[in-house]
């Protein structure tokens, strides 16, 4: 694994750099406002989303695998961040985030890469939209300028603060809302290039500065803005901690690896470039052991960041790395004046964010589709509202891994051929199949049978019933398992006994179109020794001759197409 910096600088020419920064700088400035509004949310203060844009940001650049990739604080972690400060405060923050990273790095040091990104898309939709939902109800009381005091973690806690507290309702904090959310959803129709979140920041801090609007501003609720980064420091942690912090830990390393490897794969089809998810999962690792030893809070791959960094030119990760020194600057030379940023400009900014990360589009078309899909995605979205986004993630996992194995067992079928010839389809009736039924003449006394489908423990009980019904009344039985491509433990020890049955019988079995998982597990079993080397064939002439000679009948072996990639080597 090689940082892709180390590669994309190869062939680097002054006009590589200047379209890297102004991509940098534009999607530096973009950030800005994303940054202190997710530090917000999350229960921290505006300074630490900047701490993290700018550590997190350089680290994801300077040693990731995306060409492209802009990292730092995202709407997804709003959720996970708030409930593990009001449980376990800033310091325990620190701690899963540190070791959220150390396990991010362990993932993609072991190759683990490749299987996040395999995560079903109805879990991801789910969770997404769960999470905006928790993000647009914690953004309720600044949007209204509600006089809540301290909101409980929880979302039904939340509903009910906001509720109790709806007489205090502050009428300029709601106009305030309403035009900065006006200013974002209608600014792109004038200009895409500047932000309508920056533009909006902008208008209305000087407005309500100027006409000294009675809402409340950062600089009233957190105070000044540091100006510069703050001194690495490294929190203790001790082994109660750490046990006590694993679940907040885990569900930080999951959201940052899915969400950075999505928006590296999204990048990917914007530049036609293919990124190292291995690589990418070590720098998010780097970053958020990094971000919190300097004040910051957990940090991913942020899509809409990386997708402006490409339309806007960037096409290395030199990009981002300026994406990162702007935001320095902008801190460093401007910080002094972010505390007179409305807190209904911010709460607008971030219910925009929760809009679009709803994902309303995908939730449509899931709905319409499969019942089954429709249920992992309720179940996800609801647990990640009600409850605890690992929790949502892992019974999202067991229910989609339970519905794929009934599809597995729906689509799985074992049939006698015999029976099969009046549904053979058109192209085993026309004979244009090399390898039809139709195209053999089955010897009397030999009985074949065929396995759709992958024969693992969800299928077992239909192929033993299908055995059971079909009886053994032949002398030959021919499993042909051209359409088996896999077989587990489950698989292997029906056929083990499928064996032990036979040769009590005294009946022949012979394995036919047999593919290599399926042979190599055998093999390293004992499975072939048991059925016998000379009773596993390639293909189904073949299988046919042997069963022939079995019974001392004479067979004329027909031409055939190899059914199995280890025929066609």
């Not at 750490?242 to 990048?267: G, Q």
Request: with cysteine; proline share 5%.
């Amino acid at each position: 694994m090689r940082p892709e910096l180390l590669k994309s600088l190869k062939g680097y020419s002054p006009k590589s750099f200047m379209n890297d920064l102004i991509a940098g700088v534009i999607v530096g400035v973009v950030a800005l406002p994303l940054a202190i509004a997710f530090g917000i949310a999350s229960g921290v203060t505006p300074e630490r989303g900047l701490f993290t844009a700018i550590v997190a940001g350089f680290i994801i650049s300077a040693f990731g695998g995306s060409r492209v990739q802009i990292g730092g604080p995202t709407g997804a972690f709003v959720v996970i961040v708030y409930n593990i400060i009001q449980k376990y405060g800033n310091s325990g923050l620190m701690v899963a985030t540190i070791m959220a990273g150390v396990l991010i790095i362990l993932l993609g040091a072991f190759k683990m890469g490749g299987l996040v990104k395999f995560i079903p898309y109805t879990i991801i939709t789910g969770f997404t939209a769960g999470i905006a939902v928790t993000i647009l109800a914690t953004q309720i009381g600044d949007f209204f300028g509600l006089a809540t005091g301290k909101v409980p973690g929880d979302f039904i806690g939340k509903i009910r603060a906001f509720a109790s507290s709806a007489g205090t309702a502050n009428p300029w904090a709601i106009g305030t809302s309403l035009v900065s959310l006006a200013i974002i959803f209608l600014w792109p129709r004038l200009n895409k290039k500047i932000p309508g979140s920056l533009v909006t920041i902008v208008a209305v801090t000087v407005v309500v500065a100027v006409l000294k609007l009675p809402v409340d501003t950062i600089g009233s609720r957190y105070g000044s803005i540091p100006t510069m980064l703050p001194a690495p420091s490294i929190p203790s942690i001790n082994l109660d901690m750490i046990r006590d912090l694993v679940s907040p830990a885990l569900s930080i390393a999951i959201l940052a690896s899915v969400e950075s490897l999505l928006s590296a794969v999204v990048a990917d089809g914007m530049i036609g470039h293919r990124h190292d998810s291995n690589m990418e999962l070590v720098a998010q690792g780097i970053a958020n052991i990094a971000s919190p030893i300097f004040g910051g809070i957990p940090a991913t791959g942020a899509i809409a960041r990386t997708a402006t960094n490409v339309k806007n030119g960037g096409r290395s990760p030199v990009a981002g790395i300026v994406h990162a020194a702007t935001l320095l600057a902008i801190m460093v030379a401007l910080g002094k004046f972010a505390v007179y940023i409305p807190m209904p400009a911010l709460a607008a900014i971030l219910v925009s964010v929760a809009w679009n990360m709803s994902g309303i589009p995908a939730i449509r078309t899931i709905v319409r589709g499969q019942k089954s899909d429709t249920t992992v995605l309720a179940v996800t979205f609801l647990l990640t509202v009600f409850l605890d986004l690992t929790v949502a993630i892992e019974f999202g996992l067991i229910l989609a891994g339970f519905f794929f194995i009934r599809k597995m067992i729906d689509v799985s079928s074992v049939s006698a051929l015999k029976e099969l010839k009046g549904e053979l389809s058109a192209d085993d009736r026309s004979g244009s199949d090399a390898n039809s039924h139709a195209l053999r003449a089955i010897p009397k006394g030999v009985q074949v049978f065929e396995i759709e489908g992958p024969l693992f423990f969800g299928t077992v009980q239909k192929f033993e019933q299908m055995v059971v019904d079909a009886g053994f009344g032949a002398r030959v039985l021919i499993l042909r398992m051209r359409n088996t491509i896999y077989l587990d433990a489950g698989g292997l020890q029906v056929l083990r006994e499928l064996s032990a049955d036979c040769k009590k019988r005294g009946i022949s079995l012979i394995l036919s179109d047999i593919h290599t998982q399926p042979f190599l597990l055998a093999s390293k079993c004992g499975l072939v020794e048991t059925i016998g080397k000379d009773a596993i064939f390639g293909n189904l002439d073949d299988a046919l001759e042997r069963a022939a000679a079995i019974l001392g009948v004479p067979y004329e072996k027909g031409a055939y197409a190899p059914t199995v990639e280890r025929e066609k080597a």
